[in-house]
Each structure stands twice: as C-alpha cells, then as structure tokens.
C-alpha cells in the first residue's frame, strides 16, 4: 500500500467552504481522476483519506494536509495533477509526496497566519499589538457546544508583527491567487505564529484579545489567511515544512534493483 500527503489550499469564495464540504469535494475527485483507493473495512467502507488539523470555515488557507493510501503506487506529480484539474479552481492541490516517514499530524505543531484588517490605522493597530504582547495574559471567551468558556490566548502566540500597505500594494496584492478578498483602501496587516494547543487558539481569538487590552475593532471583518503550518522551531520562530521529511527521505532511500538495471541500461545505450 502507497500513501502519499498532499499540500492543499483554501482560496477566494472557497474559504467559506466547511472541512465537510471540502471531504465530498475531494472524494468525487478521487473517483473522477480513477485514483486507486485503499478502503476501509465493514459494511460501510470509505477511502482512506486522513485530514490533518483543518483551517475553521471562513479562512483562507495555503497550508492544508491531508494523507491517502493507494492500493497501487502512483507517481505522486502526476497524481497531484489529476486531482487538481478535478478540484475547482481555488481548492489547489499544490504539493504532493510519498509518505516515507511517520507522523504528520505531529509535525503540524503551528501555523503562520495572516489577518488583513480593512479599515484599521496601521498606527493604530501597532498599539494594540505592543500592548497584546506586553500583557502576561489576555483571557478571551469563545461560545462552545457546552457553554462560554473563557481561556487565555496570550500564550499560545509566538510571534505578532503588523504590516502596512499602500493603496497601490494592496489592490495589486487582490489579483494575486493567494488574496482572500478585492480591497481598494489601505488596512492593516498582521502576521502571527500561533502555537496549536489545548484549547486551540484561533486567529479569532487573538482579535478578541486585541480588543480586550486595546479596543481594537475593525469596522468588517478580518480576513484570515493560512500562510503556513508545521513544526515549530524554538530557535528561530519560524514554521517548517511538515514534509520536508519525506522528500529528503526519498533522496536518501538507494534506488530499487529494477530502478537500478534500468539506469545502467540507459548509460549503456547508444547515443
């Protein structure tokens, strides 16, 4: 059995896609591209398909993951395309390698985020960013199936910066695929790393948390994007690629005894 991981977005209008919209999506994709799906036992048998830590509807996202298993090996380029001409357009399949390693979910301990604040004085949004991370904790509530409850989202952030466009960077920025929404003002812009902890904290919640020590409310809301997620490396803050592994697990493996003839073969061959 093959498995291979896949590197997906979330653009545009499909933002506003649920994880369970995106699941019937990606398994009529699956059959439409003819994919040799490995299946689950039982009397109601499904594709072996794993999501890995999804982003909340309504966000955009660059960085999601997901893990199929194959019953016949496939190239993994070649499948990737097959099932990005399948997905409609703004659901990418943009990378896609064989699984050589384990544990993928537990190489996606963060997540790069940015959050584009329309409306928000850059200058504005800097004070309430130096008074978020000047404060030991910021206690936030978010609705849940059993109640309020209330947590703190201080702790979880690593890193929060904010940026400044102009008019002109701004609305050459909304034709790029990765632009969540059109915009012809200048906003605000921040950039967090966020570690995933229990209870999660959400991009949503470090908003709260800037309103609460700042006051800080845009007049509409923030669109959020996914950037990136992976492990997060304590040295240099930054969010590595999660599979990363398994293409350097691939360089190291020495070719197969078929792979192995056939390449001597060919150096044999005449020009």
């Not at 206690?139 to 890193?159: H, I, L, P």
């Amino acid at each position: 059995m093959q498995r291979i991981r896949l590197r997906y977005t979330k653009r545009g209008r499909l933002r506003f896609t649920s994880h369970r919209d995106f699941q019937r999506a990606f398994e009529r994709a699956l059959r439409r591209a003819e994919v040799p799906m490995a299946y689950s036992a039982g009397f109601t048998p499904h594709p072996k398909v794993s999501y890995a830590n999804a982003a909340p509807t309504g966000t955009g996202s660059e960085a999601e993951y997901l893990e199929i298993a194959l019953t016949e090996t496939r190239d993994p380029e070649k499948l990737r395309e097959l099932l990005d001409e399948s997905l409609p357009a703004g659901l990418d399949i943009i990378d896609a390698v064989e699984a050589r390693t384990s544990g993928l979910a537990d190489r996606l301990t963060a997540s790069v985020w940015e959050l584009r604040l329309d409306g928000v004085d850059p200058a504005e949004a800097e004070r309430a960013v130096e008074a978020f991370k000047a404060a030991d904790v910021v206690e936030v509530q978010r609705k849940t199936k059993n109640g309020m409850r209330t947590f703190d989202a201080r702790s979880a952030v690593a890193s929060l910066e904010t940026h400044s466009k102009t008019h002109s960077e701004t609305h050459s920025e909304t034709d790029s695929p990765q632009a969540d929404r059109p915009t012809d003002q200048p906003c605000a812009i921040l950039r967090l790393v966020v570690r995933h902890v229990t209870p999660a904290v959400r991009p949503d919640d470090v908003l709260s948390g800037l309103r609460a020590v700042a006051d800080l409310a845009p007049p509409v809301a923030a669109a959020v994007t996914r950037l990136a997620q992976g492990l997060f490396d304590e040295e240099t803050g930054t969010v590595t690629d999660p599979l990363a592994p398994d293409r350097e697990a691939v360089t190291a493996v020495p070719p197969s005894h078929e792979e192995a003839v056939a390449e001597t073969a060919a150096a044999k061959a005449p020009a």
